[in-house]
């Protein structure tokens, strides 16, 4: 079970809703993934092209808990602005504040996503903050009372899965509030690993969206999720420098 | 009368309100969010709103993302 705020999920993948070939793998992927929560963005309508695509086309969207991302934004203001309007659409169970301050990496403002998520929660929203994996970050929006922290894996789209396993650590290990680890995730073995070092669930897009076989993805990454889940539970071995024999030494027919 | 629709100068003859203004561009039936002037404006009072000269209209929807 999943926690974030008033809301609780069996299941522990968020799933994003960019880059599918088409409506219908989309719809079939985020079956397969038994995700209960979507990620979309909110965008200005191109009114002179009626090609886009509807991200929601033959998908019943009430069967989901609806959590649009900010992106797009490089301000707090922006941010907020994305927010409300995606509420006044009746579209945002849950706010991820995601503010980029940097083109190349796509990496999150510190500042700019501290100072959004602050004035999102007085306005009364759910909200989840997408961070580096930096460790002080994660603890001063956990401290402005975010219902979860988002820590990225590795840069958006990149798929270089957890490249600061240690910096992870500690987030989880200081967390009061569910730790989502959002970007960056590549393959099953990474969903599984984060949730191995014990965080509470998996926000991701590309991995699935722009696998060969994206269906087959999604349900790789809901079991993976789920063996990562019990591994953590389980609790694993100590690592040794040296080998220890599984069979039994004495008893030796040689 | 003209307006600034999505960042550029329209000529709307047809419309005096949101609701029929999103009606005129075919997008009603769409799920969308208005602002006028930077306000957001509230579906039930689509009808209500009226369009002046020199309006900024946005017109936001969703679209697919992570």
């Known amino acids: 079970m999943l926690n974030i705020g008033s809301m609780t999920f069996n299941s522990h993948l968020f799933l994003g809703t960019g880059k599918y070939k088409d409506a219908k793998t989309q719809l079939q992927a985020v079956e397969a993934s038994e995700t209960e929560v979507l990620t979309f963005a909110v965008r200005r309508m191109n009114l002179f092209d009626s090609s886009q695509p509807d991200p929601f086309e033959q998908m019943d969207v009430s069967k989901y808990r609806l959590l649009p991302n900010t992106a797009g934004a490089k301000t707090a203001e922006e941010a907020v602005r994305t927010a409300k309007l995606a509420e006044a659409a009746n579209m945002c169970d849950m706010i991820k504040v995601e503010v980029i301050g940097c083109d190349k990496t796509l990496l999150p403002d510190p500042v700019e996503t501290l100072r959004a998520s602050e004035q999102l929660l007085n306005e009364g929203f759910t909200v989840l903050a997408y961070t580096s994996d930096d460790v002080v970050l994660a603890r001063k929006l956990q401290e402005t009372g975010v219902h979860a922290v988002m820590p990225g894996a590795s840069p958006i789209g990149t798929g270089l899965g957890i490249i600061n396993p240690y910096n992870l650590s500690h987030i989880i290990e200081q967390a009061k509030v569910p730790v989502i680890v959002d970007a960056g995730i590549g393959s099953p073995k990474d969903a599984s690993y984060a949730m191995e070092l014990g965080a509470d669930g998996i926000l991701l897009n590309t991995a699935v969206s722009g696998a060969g076989d994206p269906v087959k993805m999604a349900e790789a990454m809901k079991l993976a999720i789920r063996a990562g889940t019990l591994g953590a539970e389980a609790g694993r071995i100590d690592k040794k420098f040296y080998a220890q024999a599984s069979s039994p030494l004495g008893g030796l027919s040689i | ?66």
């Open chain 2, 1 to 66: 009368m003209q307006i600034t629709l999505n960042g550029q100068i329209q000529n709307i003859e047809n419309s005096q309100t949101v609701a029929e203004l999103l009606e005129e561009l075919q997008v009603a039936h769409k799920k969308t969010v208005v602002e006028r002037n930077g306000i957001i404006v509230m579906e039930e009072l689509h009808k209500e709103e009226g369009l002046k000269d020199g309006d900024r209209i946005e017109i936001i929807h969703f679209v697919g993302g992570g």
